[in-house]
Structure formats: C-alpha cells, structure tokens
C-alpha cells in the first residue's frame, strides 16, 4: 500500500487593489496549478474592504485584511508578507510558496521547485523596466557571517552571463516573488524591515538567512513572467517617507 503523502503547501501572498490589473490573469493561473495539496492566503492592504470583498466572493482563496490602516506602503506590505508568514506557521503547513499577484509561474512550478529539495529555493523572475530589466538574482555573498549590516550585493549577469544554464545555483538574494521556503525556515526568519533603511522585507530575508547560514537556491530551469507594470510608482511611494525620516532623523 502507497502511503505517500504530498507536502501541504501555502501558496501565500499580500495583494493591493493596485495590482487589479493582472489579479486575473494570476488567480486563473494559481487555480490551474497542477500540485495536487495546496490552499491559498492572501493578505489584502488596500484602503478600503472592496477588493477584498471581490476576491472572497469571486474565489475560495482565504482572504484577511493586514496591514491596511498602516501608513505607508512599506508599512503595509511588510505587515503582510509577515501575515502570510505566522498563517503558514499557525496553520501546519510544510511549505509556504510566497508568490507575489503581479508573478505569473509555470503550471508545474511547486513539483519543480519541491524537486529541487532545498529549504529555501526560487524561481527566476524579472524586475526593472526597458533596457534595465534583469533577473531578480544576486550572486552569493563570501563575507564574514557576523557582520550584521545588510550586504548589497552585484546581480549575477555582472559577474557571470552564462549563469542560466538551466541547473540549481546557489544565490545571495532571489527576491520573494516566487520563493518555496520549508517549515523549519519560515518558522524562524520573519518578514521584516527597518524604518532607517530603504530596503523592502526580501532584502532582509535573505540577508537574515545569510546571518544565520541558511543557503538560498535559484532553480535557473523557471521562469516566471512579472507583469509589474506599476513597480516603480510603489517603489517611488516606499522611499519617499524613508528619505524624509532620514533628512529630519
């Protein structure tokens, strides 16, 4: 007798009513997924309840509503992302596949990424716009672990072009934008940020797995299609109030 047992999966991800724009093209996508045990969270920060409201009557996704009387975005999204995070841990899930709703994966992304057998392992997905885009991949860091400040780090097409070669590479920072991370891992590594600097809940993800010796993988073989046709006004909307904190602090 069989008594295989797939991983119970939370694919989990905060969502804004900014990003209405291509919610249909990733709700159809995830509820086309071929995994056969997975649920899904979203935590809602628009304004108001309205979107929120749309995507409960439209979906059997679990919605909650984090983060939205926050003020900033950065306040907002990292509330979020961390929700996703404790309704993972207080749900017993065995991994949590943190996919943002503006990133569109293959069908088979969770039995690839699952394949792959690290705690921590990312698809490839493209951030920046025109001539600037490029992967969402920095190389490994070879720094002293003990140092505690974050560690900006080249991306990979500046050190190595031919890294896409299809194989599972170790990497610094692969963004949280398709990201499988295992119970043991998200269990102790929050999302988080720091009101004095302008970096964003994966930028401290990874460089708190690099702290604590956690490797994180990239599974060069995914791609992923990023339809963040409004990144750059949220980027411009997360730094503003950083910046005006910096000047009068």
Known sequence: MNDFKFPKILIAAPQHESKKYCWEAWKDRVNSLTYPNFDVYIAENSEDDGFANEIKETTDFKV??????????????????????????????????????????????????????????????DIFHGKSRKAMIQVSEKLDRSVGAYRVVPFIEHEEPLFFDGTIKQVYHAGIGCILIKKDIFDKIPFRYDRNNIFHADTWFANDCFQKDIPIFADTSITCKHLNQTWLDAADEILKPILENKKHG
């Not at 939205?68 to 992302?81: Q, Y």
């Not at 065995?94 to 996919?99: G, T, V």
């Not at 943002?100 to 698809?123: F, M, Q």
């Open 64 to 125: 909650e509503r984090v983060g939205h009387n926050l003020e900033s975005v950065l306040d907002r999204t990292t509330k979020a992302h961390e929700a996703c995070r404790l309704y993972a841990i207080n749900n017993k899930y065995d991994y949590m596949l943190h996919l943002e709703t503006d990133v569109i994966p293959p069908y088979d992304v969770i039995e690839r990424l699952l394949c792959g057998n690290k705690k921590v392992i990312s698809a490839v997905y």
